[in-house]
């Protein structure tokens, strides 16, 4: 799942620039959701930024199942001046009790999370698209499952310690006739 960096920061810079209609991070709530299964829009695909540095890459198998050592632990090894793409999605829960709040989801070409990003296309119903072209797709629907994290960091102003809590979506769900959907 190569990235073609050059050509999804123009795509991204030209369909911001000529599109007056797409959502902005402004118009959209950013309140805590509570955990649960809701019904969402993707309004929002940023630019995907390129990492690389050394990092430690779980082995994986002829299968490509990842390898446990025999304390069930994942075996890795080191790869020298890995490259790899990630981004952040935005979706808009519609309907219910948080209609119009907006919670996110990170995509990665990482080979640790690259299950997680074809996952996620075939969970959204997107298929023969490379992640360059995501972006194109803002405003296919899905379902979102939603979580809270505690996210602890010190203040660069004051020095201390500050405690809040984050919504995230955990995984792209599948809808069937006994999801409930937060609405």
């Given amino acids: 799942m190569?990235?073609?960096?050059?050509?999804?920061?123009v795509g991204n810079a030209d369909d911001a620039?000529?599109?007056?209609?797409?959502v902005k991070s402004s118009d959209l709530i950013w309140d805590n959701v509570d955990d649960g299964t809701y019904a969402a829009t993707m309004v929002i695909v940023y630019p995907w930024k390129e990492y690389?540095?050394?990092?430690?890459?779980?082995?994986?198998?002829?299968?490509?199942?990842f390898v446990r050592d025999?304390?069930?632990?994942?075996?890795?090894?080191?790869?020298?001046?890995?490259?790899?793409h990630m981004t952040d999605v935005v979706f808009r829960i519609d309907g219910g009790k948080f209609d119009n709040h907006a919670v996110k989801y990170t995509?990665?070409?990482?080979?640790?999370?690259?299950?997680?990003?074809?996952?996620?296309?075939?969970?959204?119903?997107i298929f023969g698209v490379?992640?360059?072209?995501?972006?194109?797709?803002?405003g296919k629907t899905g379902f979102v499952v939603v979580k809270?994290?505690?996210?602890?960091?010190?203040?660069?102003?004051?020095?201390?310690?500050?405690?809040t809590v984050e919504s995230y979506v955990s995984y792209i769900a599948e809808a069937d006739s006994e999801t409930d959907i937060g609405i």
């Fill in 52 to 65: 690389t540095k050394d990092q430690y890459v779980r082995v994986r198998d002829d299968e490509g199942k």
């Fill in 17 to 22: 620039k000529n599109n007056n209609d797409r």
């Fill in 70 to 84: 025999a304390d069930g632990n994942f075996e890795t090894t080191l790869v020298k001046d890995l490259k790899w």
């Fill in 130 to 138: 490379s992640l360059d072209d995501l972006y194109k797709h803002t």
């Fill in 107 to 125: 995509l990665s070409t990482h080979p640790n999370f690259v299950g997680s990003a074809k996952q996620f296309l075939y969970r959204m119903g």
């Fill in 148 to 163: 809270n994290r505690d996210n602890n960091y010190v203040d660069k102003d004051t020095g201390l310690t500050v405690e």
């Fill in 2 to 9: 190569a990235i073609d960096l050059k050509n999804i920061m």
